[in-house]
Every structure is written in C-alpha cells, then in structure tokens.
C-alpha cells in the first residue's frame, strides 16, 4: 500500500482543515488507517484511527471533540476533519495503514503500522 497525504497548510486558531490520505493497492479496504503527527523536537503521536470496516474509531484526548476520521473505501482515501483548531496541532501529521486485525480494531502505536505516506505540514498562527 503506497500512501499520499495532502490537505495541510496555514490556518488561523479556531479554524478548520481536512486532511486526506488517499492510498493505491487493492487492499486498501482491508486496512486498519490512522493518523500520526509530530511536532518539532517532539515524537510522533498517535492522532485518530479507524478500523477497515469504519465501524469503529478512536482519538487521542489532545483532539477528541474537535477532529473525525473517515474513510472512504470506494475511493481509497481516509480523510481528517480537523476543527476548532489550536496553536498546539501544529506539527506534520502522517497517515498510516496496516492489514486489518477485525473489523472493529484500531491500531494506536506507530510501530505496528506498516505503512506511511510523506506527511503534510499543518500550521495554525495564533
């Protein structure tokens, strides 16, 4: 599975990007998708995931309320509503992908994710 991340940019606090991660390969839908970000000088932290089913999601705390993940597995592309946006969710956020475990698990840890897309650079100005 190769990932493509885009949708980053410059934005105010308070205001709203979505981000999108479109994958190629046959089996993107039966891949567990999550987003992972790291700031400068900081590790990379787990964002939001999504089972291959869609039927289940999960969010760190630093975002909950605020972000959604979707997917959609007709377009092979995961998607990240972010809202309410603050100076700190400035940082390069990655998707990531790896072959599903059930239909309602979600994946957290970087290391058990087995592919990465570049990475797109989100900046919110104070």
């Known amino acids: 599975v190769q990932l493509q991340a885009s949708g980053g940019g410059l934005v105010q606090a308070g205001g709203s990007l979505r981000l999108s991660c479109a994958a190629s390969?046959?089996?993107?839908?039966?891949?567990?998708m999550g987003w992972f970000r790291q700031a400068p000088g900081k590790e990379r932290e787990f964002v939001a995931g999504?089972?291959?089913?869609?039927?289940?999601?999960y969010y760190a705390d630093s975002v909950k309320g605020r972000f959604t993940i979707s997917r959609d597995n007709a377009k092979n592309t995961v998607y990240l509503q972010m809202n309410s946006l603050k100076p700190e969710d400035t940082a390069v956020y990655y998707c990531?992908?790896?072959?599903?475990?059930?239909?309602?698990?979600?994946?957290?840890?970087?290391?058990?994710?087995?592919?990465w897309g570049q990475g797109t650079l989100v900046t919110v100005s104070s």
């Open positions: 999504i089972s291959w089913s869609g039927d289940s999601t």
């Open positions: 390969g046959r089996t993107f839908s039966n891949n567990i």
């Open positions: 990531a992908a790896r072959p599903g475990l059930g239909s309602r698990v979600v994946v957290t840890t970087p290391p058990q994710y087995h592919y």
